[in-house]
């Protein structure tokens, strides 16, 4: 049995907490949020007997072994170091961190505090996306990957009546590309590794952060292309195209239906069954990490997290996007 706290307590960690509850290694025993109110509150729906508002006394805490952070993407690193630093194991929302220079230093906090560290994003580890993994070898030669997540925000309507909500506030390392374009970046690098080149572009909102972009980028011998927005929608599956066929997928931020469709006219069918609460796979992945000993997921890992940050790096360079976090 894992003990965990969770940092946040908004809608993602009320549902990272249904799914983890479906497996019996875990429990939650701690609850932290910067108000006693929501601490609370949100301890009482959970029958969690232990709250907490001060960092400080948390991390000190014997009452919880690992920490499921889920705060604004800014306050990622400056939470998962405090903890790994006193000897807890984290599993951190996706984006890990605003830039490369706060995912390093979370990467150099586990290793130095041999602890488990793994970035949140649960897509890479469900069912659906090994099936992805397990055929590829069946396109032939790769040559295009192509991924959209556009998803109109319904935050985005308060934008346009003057109020700027979490999402759209560059405060909290928010916008189109960390938030959702994350989904698209990340099994790019999961499957094909770091980019030869990084081409981006996109539309920069008022308040500071973007609402939609592109990205191109180029391979060896393929190429990928993705697309991202908090300002429009799209109802297009993303594709994984080689000479021999062409793998479809419904949705690359939750893959429930893969399929291969061949030259000739056939279709092979390579969906697998899966639980609908999809957060309970990264719960069983870094539960099996802490128990087994090993301090990374070869999945999820340190490097691919580091690839993909690197690539959202250099599109938020490209963009001309900055956030106070970078200037830290």
């Known amino acids: 049995m894992i003990r965990f706290a969770v940092i946040g307590t908004n809608w993602i960690t009320e549902e990272f907490i249904h799914a983890a509850r479906e497996t019996v290694e875990f429990a939650l025993t701690a609850v932290y949020s910067r108000t006693e109110e929501k601490a609370a509150e949100f301890a009482n729906k959970f029958e969690v007997a232990h709250r907490f508002t001060d960092l400080d006394a948390l991390v000190q805490s014997e009452t919880f072994d690992a920490v499921y ?13 405090h903890c790994m630093n006193h000897g807890k194991h984290v599993l951190c929302e996706k984006p890990a961190a605003s830039n490369t220079a706060e995912l390093s230093a979370m990467i150099d906090a586990a290793r130095s505090n041999k602890v488990v560290f793994m970035e949140a994003l649960k897509s890479t580890l469900m069912p659906n996306f090994k099936a992805i993994q397990e055929n590829l070898h069946k396109l032939g030669p ?41 989904y698209c970046i990340y099994p790019l690098a999961v499957l094909f590794g770091t980019p030869d080149r990084v081409q981006a572009s996109g539309m920069l909102l008022e308040s500071g952060v973007d609402g939609e ?10 190429d990928a292309v993705i697309m991202h927005s908090k300002i429009a929608s799209s109802y297009l599956p993303t594709e994984i195209q080689g000479e021999h066929a062409t793998m479809v ?14 030259r000739n006219g056939s279709v092979e069918n390579l969906t697998r069954e899966q639980s609908a609460r999809t ?29 993909a940050m690197a690539i959202m790096d250099e599109a938020r360079k490209q963009m001309g996007l900055v956030f106070p976090a970078d200037r830290k």
């Open 142 to 182: 790769i040559r295009r990957y192509f991924a959209g997540y556009c998803q109109y925000s319904s935050r985005y309507d308060a934008y346009k009546q003057g109020t700027v909500l979490n999402a759209f506030n560059p405060i909290f390392s928010n916008g189109s590309l960390m938030d959702l374009g994350v």
């Open 213 to 222: 972009g592109s990205l191109l980028l180029s391979y060896k011998e393929m």
């Open 279 to 307: 957060m309970r796979y990264e719960a069983e992945e870094f539960i099996r990490l802490i128990q087994s000993g090993a301090l990374q997921s070869e999945t999820n890992s340190h490097a691919n997290s580091s690839i």
């Open 69 to 81: 952070i889920a705060s604004p993407n800014s306050l990622h690193a400056q939470y998962a170091v």
């Open 249 to 262: 997928i419904d949705k690359i931020n939750q893959p429930e239906k893969v399929e291969i469709r061949y």
